[in-house]
């Protein structure tokens, strides 16, 4: 080899380190790996002590099980919250204590929150309902716990659920009693149960608006005018039913007030005495003298000869009865519009044998208003 080669060689491997070194790349990783002694890229991992890092140990077999078991507890909604707070700390815990939760604080957490749960039940469930969940509670074991939750509440339920579509066929119009009659011969439990707690309502209004629609025939200005504007309003299903139940019941006796008034100062001794004492008395009261009462104090001044002789539409001496005198309410379901299981109903009174006499209505408002029209603005605001 030739001298000035050989000396180009040396030459080259005496620069290659320097210019290797004042590289950027090869700066930084020098900086990050120390003046000296750069890590093997084939060393282990060190720990804090400079000692290997040892892997986590993988979980005991059985400790792995009873952590998935708890688990599915965990996302089943059917848990109570006994068993739902014991599992989650369970699972937090020791592979010990997860053993212990499943083998002895799972049952124990299941029969507390199953007695709870049927005590829950006693307290809004029907007679059947409540003397199933009596025995099972006397027991006090966890069969007749689960007994009763899984299937002997439903049979029970069935059973109030059946008596109470037989209750409502008393008083019921004609909407309810059919739907009534299909569910107690071909009803499953699921409708029959989907009929007591909501479908009910919806079929009582349909009758509702019927009978409704039948007592304007019969009613005084007050009950017409209550009915007209609340039909007129949309009114839902409650509304309906609290104006069958009540608000009529009131509208129908402020109209008997004024007409009870308006014979007063024309009456006899006999007929204004009977006349007075239903005023002070009750709605029952006023409803019975219209439709007896009256007839028997007149009868009574015509025998003494002091009858007035001013009778329209029918009686002598005195005014036929403001308007149809059903007022005594129910008991549970005696409204034609259709039993209901959420209160006391009240009679409709369409169809009454007595009405307002033609020539008599306006006169006798115009002589009572003064007694109710104090109670007929307090409604009207209310209303608006």
């Known amino acids: 080899m030739k001298l000035p080669r050989i000396a180009s060689i040396v030459a080259t491997a005496a620069i290659a380190p320097a210019v290797l070194l004042s590289s950027p790349a090869f700066a ?11 890590p093997s890229p084939t060393a282990p991992d060190q720990g804090a002590e400079g000692k290997p890092a040892a892997d986590k140990p993988a979980e005991d077999p059985q400790a792995a099980k009873d952590r998935a078991a708890i ?54 469930g029907g007679p059947a309902v409540k003397a ?58 699921e409708q029959i149960r989907e009929f007591v707690a909501t479908g009910q309502h919806k079929v009582r209004a349909e ?21 007209i504007k609340l039909l007129e309003g949309n009114p839902t299903p409650e509304q309906l039913r609290t104006f069958i139940t009540t608000t009529q019941h009131e509208l129908r006796d402020e109209d008997n007030q004024v007409l009870i008034s308006s014979m007063v100062n024309k009456a006899g001794p006999e007929l204004k005495k009977a006349a007075l004492a239903a005023l002070q008395g009750t709605p ?19 025998g003494h000869g002091t009858g007035t002789g001013t009778g329209t539409g029918g009686a002598k001496g005195g005014v036929q009865p403001a308007v149809a005198t059903g007022t005594s309410k129910g008991n549970g379901n005696t409204a034609p519009a259709g039993g209901s299981s959420s209160g006391p109903l009240a009679s409709t009174g369409a169809g009454s044998e007595t009405t307002w006499a033609a020539g008599a209505g306006a006169a006798a408002l115009a002589a009572g208003a003064g007694l109710v029209v104090a109670n007929r603005r307090r409604r009207t605001s209310a209303d608006g």
Do not use: C
């Open 71 to 124: 688990e599915a507890i965990l996302a089943d909604p059917a848990r109570g919250p006994g068993v739902r707070e014991a599992a989650a700390k369970a699972l937090k815990g020791t592979p010990a204590q997860m053993r212990q939760f499943l083998t002895v604080e799972l049952a124990e957490q299941q029969f507390v929150d199953d007695e709870v749960k049927i005590s829950r039940i006693h307290n809004f």
């Open 284 to 302: 029952e009261d006023r409803a019975a003298f219209l439709k007896t009462g009256q007839h028997v104090a007149r009868s009574k001044d015509e």
């Open 28 to 38: 930084a990783d020098g900086a990050a790996a120390g003046p000296s002694n750069p």
């Open 207 to 227: 009758d509702d608006r019927v009978a409704l629609f039948g007592m304007i025939k019969d009613a005084g200005p007050g009950l017409k005018e209550g009915i």
């Open 132 to 189: 199933a969940a009596v025995e099972a509670l006397r027991k006090q074991t966890q069969e007749a716990y689960t007994a009763f939750l899984n299937e002997g509440q439903h049979a029970a339920r069935l059973k109030d659920d059946r008596a109470e579509l037989a209750r409502m066929l008393n008083g019921a119009g004609r909407g309810v009693t059919k739907a009534v009659n299909e569910l107690l011969d071909h009803g499953t439990r």
